[in-house]
Every structure is written in structure tokens, then in C-alpha cells.
């Protein structure tokens, strides 16, 4: 029971870094019914961005971590929206009005541009970070076994759950949310009627982009070390949550994220942790094959 309990939170915690990495998926994807396959590794350059901007701080002789944090998350949200700005602009707006597979191509090529440059700039070997926000406090013992909840896993939940808010908002009560509506809808009747379809799709990379590299940063403060290639293995976990939410819900994209997270927990723990990822690979065959638009999707309508 004790050990169970620690997993599912183990899965939890991980579950919503997911879940804010496949956000960034299903946005794109609802609005322009395309998937960035570059968006693990904009995760993953959040990652090396918010390394660098503790390691400036440092020097800096800025050690309040609290006020680390705040910048740290300015610092690689902002640089990672410019990353998301210049995927849209460079593999997919030449690309919008060609055959599907052109911008799947061009999206592949942009990721693997990306991981090249994270290994000639940072080197292919891991970078490490101290515990910056260490301790937790005991909440069951059964056994000799003691269920521990970390602060660092407190700070991820409310960090993950505040920005999911926020931006269900932004999307729901704000009109950039129903510019990002209408053109899910129909691009070419939102053009129609005024709204600007370049900058409403220019700004729903930058916001994915910026919540990836959050969930980058809280990987990073989690597990203490990355590397160039992080992005591909959690951008492959975070499509695979948003597939099994339905791609193009909000709701779905995060519990997915939670659902791959308590797989993988679960199964690391009672299985093999070597065969972890096909655990949660599985899931998606299994899901594709019986519920292809995913526990919340909606099938496509064909317009004719």
C-alpha cells in the first residue's frame, strides 16, 4: 500500500510535466491539424536555457532562490518563445498550403537541427544541477516503508496546475482564445472576417513553446541533469499523452500527460524500468488501434 501510494505520486509529478508538454502538441495541432514534431525539443532547449540562467544568477551572486525561480522561468520561457516563433515562420507557414506529409517532413528536419545544436553548443554529455529545492516532509509509513512528498513535487503540481488555468482562460474568456477558436473552426472564414490567421497561429507556437520550457525548467529542477537528447524522449511521452487525451483537447493533453506519467510510475516500479517506454507505447497501439481520436477526441469532419 505504502509503496503504491509513493508511485502514484512518482507518477503524478511526472505526469504533469507531460501534460504541459502535450498542451503545446494538441494547440497546434487544433488549430492548424498539423503536429510539431519539434516541440520535445524546444522542451528540451528550456531545459539547457534554464541550466545556463542558474549558472548566471550564480555568478551573479543572485542565491535567493525564490527570486531565481522567477527569472529562471522569464529568462527560458521568453528565449523558447522565439524558438517556437521561428519553427512556425521557418517549417511550417512556406509550408501551410502543400500536401500534409511537406510540413511533417520540414517539422522532423527543424528537430533534428535543434538536438544538433544543443550537442555542438553544450556538449553531448550530462549537465548536472544542484538541489535547489530539497526536503519534503513524511505523509504514511506502512511497513518500515515511508511515503515521502517532496517540495519539489508540490512546487511542480501548483506551477503545472496555475498554468493550465491560466491559459484554459486565456483560451476560453480572452479574444486571442477565440481567434485561436475560429480558426480551429475555419481559417479561411476567420480571414474572412478580420482576424489575423499568421498571428493567431504565430502566437500559438510561442505559448506552446513558452509552457514547454517551463516543464522544462521543472524537469531539470526534478531530476538535477539533462542532456541533448531529453527532447526526443519526452516530446515522443508528451505526443503519445496528448494522442491517448485526443489531439486538439486541452483537457484531454493533460490527462494523458497524467496517464503516461502513473504508467510509466507503476510499471518502473512493480515491472522493469528498462521496458518502460514500451509500457507506455503500448498504451498508444492499443489506443490508436480501439479509440483512434483518443478518451476526449472528436472525430474529423470532412468539408465539402
Keep these: 500500500m505504502a509503496y503504491a501510494l509513493q508511485q502514484l ?12 508538454i502535450a498542451v503545446g502538441y494538441t494547440m497546434v495541432y487544433g488549430i492548424i491539424g ?35 525561480l522567477f527569472l ?10 522565439l524558438y517556437g516563433w521561428a519553427i512556425e515562420r521557418i517549417a511550417y507557414r512556406p509550408l501551410r498550403g502543400s500536401f500534409r506529409l511537406a510540413p511533417l517532413i520540414s517539422a522532423i528536419g527543424m528537430s533534428i537541427a535543434l538536438q544538433n545544436f544543443a550537442q555542438v553548443s553544450q556538449g553531448a554529455r550530462d549537465k548536472n544541477l544542484i538541489e535547489l529545492i530539497p526536503g519534503g516532509f513524511d505523509i504514511f509509513q506502512q511497513d518500515g516503508f515511508v511515503v515521502q512528498l517532496t ?6 503540481t501548483i506551477v503545472t496546475l496555475t498554468l493550465l488555468g491560466g491559459f484554459t482562460w486565456l483560451v476560453t474568456k480572452t479574444p486571442l482564445g477565440r481567434a485561436m477558436r475560429a480558426c480551429e473552426q475555419d481559417m479561411k472564414m476567420t480571414a474572412l472576417l478580420g482576424i489575423d490567421v499568421n498571428r493567431t497561429i504565430s502566437l500559438t507556437f510561442v505559448i506552446g513553446a513558452s509552457l514547454a520550457a517551463v516543464a522544462g525548467m521543472l524537469f531539470l529542477l526534478y531530476y538535477g541533469s539533462i542532456n541533448f537528447y531529453i527532447g526526443f524522449n519526452a516530446g515522443v511521452k508528451a505526443f503519445t499523452a496528448a494522442v491517448l487525451g485526443g489531439v486538439g483537447s486541452l483537457p484531454g493533453a493533460v490527462i494523458g500527460g497524467l496517464a503516461i506519467g502513473l504508467i510509466e510510475a507503476f510499471w518502473s516500479g512493480y515491472a522493469s524500468v528498462e521496458y518502460k ?28
Design 9 to 20: 505520486i512518482n507518477g503524478i509529478t511526472l505526469g504533469m510535466i507531460y501534460g504541459l
Design 34 to 68: 498539423m503536429i510539431n514534431f519539434a516541440h520535445g525539443d524546444v522542451f528540451m532547449i528550456g531545459a539547457f536555457l534554464s541550466l545556463i540562467s542558474f549558472i548566471l544568477l550564480g555568478i551573479a551572486g543572485i542565491t535567493y532562490v525564490p527570486l531565481a
Design 72 to 81: 529562471t522561468l522569464l529568462f527560458a520561457a521568453a528565449i523558447s518563445a
Design 151 to 156: 517540495w519539489m513535487q508540490i512546487v511542480i
Design 277 to 304: 517506454d514500451v509500457a507506455a507505447f503500448s498504451v498508444l497501439i492499443i489506443v490508436l488501434i480501439f479509440m483512434p481520436t483518443g478518451l476526449l477526441g472528436r472525430a474529423d469532419v470532412e468539408k465539402v
